[in-house]
C-alpha cells in the first residue's frame, strides 16, 4: 500500500485525463445491445401482502443472481389486482435471467417471486403473464424462520417441542396445538385469533422466559405471517 501514497497528485490527475478521451459517451458494453427491452406483466394475488419494507424490483441479472441487477426496476403496489406490466431497457448480452424479487435496501435480491432464463439477443423479449401469490410459506420459510434464525433453536427436537426447518416447520405449526398455551394452535388456517405463533412474536408478556418480540424486525413479515393464516396457510 505504501508506495501509492508516493504516487504524485498530478500524475492520478493525468492518468484519469488520458484514460477517459476515447470520446464514448455510452459504455462500451451497451453499443451492441442497445435498445433491447424484457417485458412481461405481473398479476399479484394477495396483495395484503404486498411489501413495504422490502422494496420490489423486477430486475436483469448476470450469473451472480446474489448481488444487485444488472438493471432493475421498482414496482409498486397496485391499487387492485389489476395487470402491472414492467420492462426493462437497454438490457446487455450479460443479463442471462430476470426476477421478480424483494431486495434489502442495497438491492441485493433476497427473495424471488419469479424468475426465469433469457438469451439477449437482437430482438425484445416478452414474457408472458404470470400470477405471483404473495404470501406463500416459501416465502415464510425463508424471510423468517430462516432470515431471523428462528432455526438455530428450533432445529433438531426444537426449543418448546418446535422445529422450524424447512422439512418439518408446516407440519409442526398448523393444527399443533401451542405447548405454552394449550387453549391454541400454534397455527389455525383462516383464525389469526386462534394461532399462538402471531402472539409469541408479537405479545411482549406472553413467555417471559424467552421474549420473542424482537426477533422479528420488518413489520412486513409479520404481515405476511398473519396473511397466509388469514388465507387458509397454503403450502
Ligand atoms: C434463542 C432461542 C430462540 C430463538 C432464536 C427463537 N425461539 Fe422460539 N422458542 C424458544 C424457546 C426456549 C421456546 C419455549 C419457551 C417455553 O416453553 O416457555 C420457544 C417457543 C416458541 C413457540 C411456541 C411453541 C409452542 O408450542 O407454543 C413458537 C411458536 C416459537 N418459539 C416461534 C419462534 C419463531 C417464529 C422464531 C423466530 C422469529 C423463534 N421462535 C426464535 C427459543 C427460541
Given amino acids: 500500500m505504501k508506495f501509492l ?6 500524475l492520478v490527475w493525468a492518468m484519469l485525463l488520458f484514460s477517459c478521451d476515447s470520446g464514448d459517451i455510452y459504455p462500451k458494453k451497451y453499443e451492441n445491445n442497445e435498445g433491447i427491452t ?29 448481488s ?9 403496489k397496485p391499487k387492485n389486482q389489476e395487470p402491472v406490466k414492467v420492462s426493462i431497457d437497454n438490457l ?3 443479463a442471462t435471467s430476470v426476477m421478480l424479487c424483494l431486495t434489502d435496501l442495497g438491492r441485493q435480491p433476497v427473495f424471488s417471486l419469479f424468475e426465469t432464463s433469457i438469451t439477449v439477443a437482437d430482438d425484445s423479449i416478452v414474457i408472458p403473464e404470470s400470477k405471483v401469490y404473495l404470501a406463500s ?8 424462520f430462516e ?3 428462528c432455526v438455530s433453536c428450533h432445529q433438531g427436537v ?17 393444527n ?16 389469526i385469533n386462534n394461532s399462538f405463533l402471531l402472539d409469541i412474536l408479537k405479545d411482549e408478556n406472553i413467555v417471559p422466559a424467552q421474549p420473542h418480540t424482537g426477533f422479528v424486525t420488518r413489520n412486513d413479515d409479520i404481515v405476511l405471517l398473519e396473511e397466509w393464516i388469514k388465507n387458509g396457510c397454503e403450502r
Fill in 68 to 76: 444487485v441487477p444488472l438493471a432493475s426496476v421498482r414496482i409498486m
Fill in 158 to 174: 426444537g426449543a418448546g417441542n418446535l422445529t422450524l426447518t424447512a422439512d418439518k416447520s408446516y407440519n409442526d405449526l398448523v
Fill in 176 to 191: 399443533k396445538v401451542s405447548s405454552i398455551n394449550t387453549a391454541k394452535n400454534r397455527v389455525t388456517p383462516f383464525d
Fill in 147 to 149: 432470515q431471523y434464525t
Fill in 38 to 66: 424484457v417485458s412481461t406483466t405481473f398479476v399479484f394475488e394477495n396483495l395484503d401482502a404486498f411489501p413495504n419494507d422490502y422494496p420490489l424490483i423486477f430486475g436483469a441479472f448476470g450469473d451472480d443472481k446474489q
Fill in 5 to 10: 501514497l508516493k504516487v504524485p497528485m498530478w
Fill in 92 to 94: 446487455t448480452s450479460e
Fill in 137 to 144: 410459506y416459501n416465502r415464510i420459510q425463508n424471510l423468517v
